[in-house]
């Protein structure tokens, strides 16, 4: 079969591989829709981020199959003791287990074909599209952090960043009982796409200041709680810890803040601005089962809409070094969804 290895940073390359044939307990999928996220674009180009040990490890074997964690597939054959799942079913997949991480402890998805626990997979039905299924994995970040936050009913939720993780908390919050969503970023197309996925108030950071116009929003109370999907490294393009400073400054007294972006080793918690109101900095939950089925349900039940984020849709699987490119620069390209690849159909 066709599998993208990579050689070094920068070089990867399709090579003819064996078929894989899965163990007890695992499953062999055909691989059908696969996208790159953006931390699999910068540990691609050599930068130190998020899994960037792994990568090392990995690439001291000499070609591997890295990458590839997001993803749908449909089983073509089932290992021992696999009850949950038959062949012929389409699959979404989630990117951990407790026997490593799909793509870096073992090969991802930048295959025609794949073999994966059988915990990691989840059917979908029917009139969930292969490009939905392969956003999905991604998403369960955003119902991880909205599980963190414990939204109450009728709570104001401020999502700051309009990218894929951004929207997707804006929605999963809203089904979550949010009783108004703000949402910031700094494009008005992109909030434009915000309202129409229902946030409730917009706020373009460039025209306005996000945390008077939050205030404001509530009497100057504050938001009970504020996602945070826009920091990291500024040499990547990205806001440092000053979109942590202002989701601080947004946010009421005993509130919680939800950190999504990955800001890098070097982070700094704007500790001043956190313990004095005791203000609660939260990390998303640990992925689970629930999580992971509810975040199928949220798509399935149209809670959550992907359609609209995913606009590039590549065919083959020859494809995937311009998936790579195309995301690695998503505003440039007007991407929101990281660029897919139909491996399969």
Aim: net charge negative.
């Amino acid at each position: 079969m066709k599998a993208w290895r990579t050689y070094g940073y920068g070089d990867m390359r399709l090579d003819e591989v064996p078929e894989p044939a899965p163990k007890p307990g695992w499953v062999k999928l055909r691989i059908r829709t696969v996208q790159p996220s953006i931390t699999e674009c910068l540990l691609l180009g050599g930068a130190r981020t998020y899994g960037f040990a792994l990568v090392e490890k990995a690439l001291a074997g000499g070609p591997a199959q890295l990458f590839g964690h997001e993803f749908s597939g449909e089983v073509v054959e089932t290992g021992e003791g696999v009850e949950s799942l038959k062949p012929g079913m389409r699959v979404a997949a989630r990117g951990s287990h407790p026997e490593g991480i799909v793509g870096f402890d073992y090969p991802g998805a930048l295959a025609e074909y794949g073999v994966f626990p059988e915990s990691l997979l989840a059917p979908l039905p029917d009139h969930v599209s292969d490009s939905e299924g392969a956003a999905i994995q991604p998403l369960t970040d955003a119902a991880a952090a909205v599980d963190a936050a414990a939204i109450r009913l009728g709570e104001v939720a401020v999502v700051i960043g309009q990218g894929s993780m951004g929207l997707a908390c804006l929605q999963v919050a809203r089904a979550a009982g949010a009783g108004l969503t703000v949402a910031v970023a700094r494009r008005d197309e992109v909030l434009a796409l915000s309202r129409d996925l229902g946030a409730d108030v917009t706020v373009n950071a460039t025209k306005q200041d996000p945390v008077d116009a939050v205030r404001a929003l509530t009497g100057g109370r504050g938001a009970d709680v504020v996602f945070e999907t826009a920091g990291g490294p500024p040499e990547q393009g990205l806001a440092g810890n000053a979109t942590l400073i202002q989701a601080a400054a947004m946010c009421r007294d005993n509130g919680r803040v939800v950190g999504i972006a990955f800001d890098g080793d070097a982070a700094v918690l704007p500790y001043a601005s956190f313990r004095p109101r005791s203000i609660r900095y939260l990390f998303p939950s640990m992925l689970d089962r629930r999580l992971f089925e509810a975040t199928v349900h949220l798509v399935a039940s149209g809670q959550v809409r992907l359609k609209p984020v995913i606009t590039r849709v590549l065919d083959g699987i020859e494809a995937v070094p311009e998936a790579f490119a195309l995301t690695a620069e998503k505003a440039k390209h007007g991407l929101i969804n990281p660029a897919q690849v139909a491996i399969s159909r």
